[in-house]
């Protein structure tokens, strides 16, 4: 059996006069580019023309809903409610649909961001209000997540396809969560040592924590930070180490759970 794999970016968090991330020199690597919808990152401008550049070279789009938190780059925890993320992930798959549908291109997932995307693989509550939101807004949309996490399960639960997300640029934490941002050890810095975990990942369904066990892992789909130091070097690095390796390179495709 051909294995195979999704290569995900966070793309289109730029915004007004401010430049985030090296997507022009990510997008020739990817698969699929998750686009922020103007909370966390982004703008309308952005929005638009990071669909084209990803409709120009066969890259497949998502919604990247976050916290409204410009400034802590939707990466700080904030207290809120249920509904207020329901409502929340309505207004911004909504904002990245019409921007689609203007340029004939149709939307691929849903992948939360940063805290929130952490807070919902933590709390089912949320979980379930943004995979409410999803089925509400287009219920063939598919939904990323952390393997195993709520993200996951009440996707599932509300009958709507999903593809459990790995990070070759970061670490985890004995029980499958990510490691901290605020701990040193957070990212994988050398390009080798993710492309290693990488391969592993989709071959042996394994990954090493923190505390030095493996962890058992799905990985439908690896992500790549857009806004890290070394994006584009990590892009190129797994891509061609996936192709070498004989691992199918592609998008997993809108409402189809993907399967290695």
Do not use: W
């Amino acid at each position: 059996m051909t294995l195979s794999v999704d290569l995900n970016c966070d793309m289109g968090e730029s915004f007004g006069a401010y430049r985030i991330g090296a997507d022009a020199a990510v997008f020739p690597f990817i698969t699929s580019a998750n686009i922020a919808c103007g909370y966390h990152g982004g703008d309308p401008t952005v929005m638009r023309t990071t669909i084209e550049e990803a409709q120009r070279r066969g890259v497949a789009i998502g919604a990247h809903p976050g916290l409204p938190d410009l400034i802590g780059f939707g990466r700080r925890t904030m207290d809120v409610t249920p509904t207020e993320t329901y409502d929340m992930f309505v207004y911004q798959i909504g904002a990245l649909l019409g921007f689609a549908r203007a340029a004939g291109v149709e939307v691929q997932h849903v992948k939360a961001h940063g805290a929130i995307y952490n807070m919902a693989a933590a709390k089912p509550e949320l979980a379930s209000a943004i995979a409410r939101a999803v089925r509400d807004v287009d219920a063939g949309l598919l939904m990323f997540g952390l393997p195993g996490s709520p993200l996951i399960t009440e996707a599932e639960a509300l009958g709507l396809a999903t593809a459990s997300e790995a990070f070759a640029d970061r670490n985890y934490m004995p029980d499958g969560s990510l490691v901290s941002r605020r701990r040193p050890d957070a990212q994988v810095h050398d390009a080798d040592d993710a492309v290693r975990r990488a391969i592993r990942m989709v071959r042996e369904g394994k990954v090493r924590a923190v505390d030095g066990n493996d962890i058992s892992i799905r990985a439908d789909t690896i992500c790549i930070h857009g806004d890290g130091p070394h994006a584009a070097e990590f892009a190129r690095a797994l891509r061609e180490a996936f192709e070498a390796d004989g691992i199918v390179v592609r998008a997993p495709g809108r409402g189809v759970t993907s399967e290695n």
